[in-house]
């Protein structure tokens, strides 16, 4: 039997660092050298290659051009791996995992984001865990078909659908949670995949299209008791504006008053797409429930139903940069596309 094939891309953050003993200071470890540090992974049954970022970051300088050298990295190595590990540091692992499920479509193969609270140099680091746990999961097959084929972010145990996940802690090692979408898989003595909750592998001859066009003119404005006209006004009329996620409260609720109506509406009308998700991280949108949302649906809000910011904030970019209609707008992004919203 063949060894699956697995690529490891780094791109930075805590997981690739280790402690300069002279300086006291974490650098960024070359990847090449992997097996040194995690000899582990030998007792794999899989190869493993790596490719790194020339200079790794941190995530909290991650943007779309580096969405776009992720995805190019998987479009080109697609039929040489079986299945690909992206490193990138927790901060914004969220946002950048999101924006890969959306930019890969018809993906068959497993690409799951990791990264690490402590480095992978360091005494008690969960990195390794969570590096070979990942692999592992990378190279579950089922009747000969890969396990995973969507973009999944294993942290702590848990692997979960990487559009559903946000980051909750930054101190304890289960930083990430999916309070919308269980677990698809848990890591314990054995590791058990929940099968049904997976997305279906998609039809045999389909080909792997990557989109790569993004679109970064939007904003998200997270909703606070006291919010100014000035701050909204101010807001939509940001040179170039497309797209808003409105955070806004409990289940989708935002103020009354007539001025914050209207501006939105407004805004609406100039062809700016508001998507509503709520501020909390578990729950749903559920327009018209309240008073206080009717209006938000009168003026033909997206319903972001169960999104989260992050998934949101993806979605919008992606769906922007594909130019679709504004007349259809509303229709694709209340639809799940890849597994990111309860329909
Ligand atoms: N600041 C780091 C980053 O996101 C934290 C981490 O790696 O988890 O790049």
Not at 90 to 117: H, W
Request: glycine share 6%; hydrophobic share 40%; with cysteine.
């Amino acid at each position: 039997m063949t060894k699956p094939r697995i690529l490891l891309i780094y791109t930075g953050g805590t997981i690739g660092m280790v402690k300069d003993y002279e300086t006291n200071a974490l650098k960024a470890f070359n990847f090449e050298q992997l097996l040194d540090r995690v000899p582990e992974l030998i007792q794999l049954h899989c190869t493993i290659d790596t490719y790194s970022f020339k200079e790794p970051i941190d995530s909290s300088n991650m943007n779309t051009a580096y969405y776009v050298t992720i995805a190019e990295v998987i479009e080109s190595k697609y039929s040489e791996f079986d299945g690909f590990l992206v490193l990138t540091g927790s901060d914004t692992m969220a946002y950048t995992s999101s924006a890969i499920s959306f930019m890969l479509e018809n993906l068959a193969k497993p690409v799951i984001f990791t990264g690490s609270q402590l480095p992978i140099g360091h005494l008690r680091t969960d990195a390794k865990e969570n590096l070979i746990t990942s692999i592992e999961i990378a190279c579950a097959t089922k009747d000969d078909k890969p396990v995973i084929s969507e973009v999944c972010l294993y942290f702590e145990y848990k692997l979960y659908r990487a559009n559903r996940t946000t980051k909750v802690n930054a101190e304890q090692f289960e930083a990430f949670a999916s309070l919308n979408y269980p677990p698809l898989a848990e890591s314990g003595v054995h590791l058990h995949f929940n099968y049904e909750l997976l997305l279906k592998p998609v039809t045999k001859n389909s080909t792997l299209i990557v989109r790569k066009t993004l679109d970064n003119n939007i904003v998200v404005l997270k909703l606070f008791p006291g919010i100014t006209e000035e701050v909204i006004k101010s807001i939509i009329n940001i040179k170039n504006l497309k797209g808003i996620v409105l955070e806004t409260y409990g289940s989708g609720n935002a103020p009354t008053y007539p001025w914050f109506i209207n501006l939105l509406e407004k805004a609406i009308k100039s062809g700016i797409q508001i998507v509503n998700v709520t501020q909390c991280v578990g729950g749903s949108v559920i327009l018209g429930h309240y008073e206080t949302s009717v209006a938000l649906k009168r003026i033909q809000v997206i319903d972001g139903k169960d999104i989260t910011t992050e998934s949101a904030v993806a979605k919008l970019m992606y769906l922007l940069g594909e130019k679709i209609s504004n007349t259809e707008f509303k229709k694709v992004f209340e639809k799940p596309l890849r597994g990111e919203l309860d329909f």
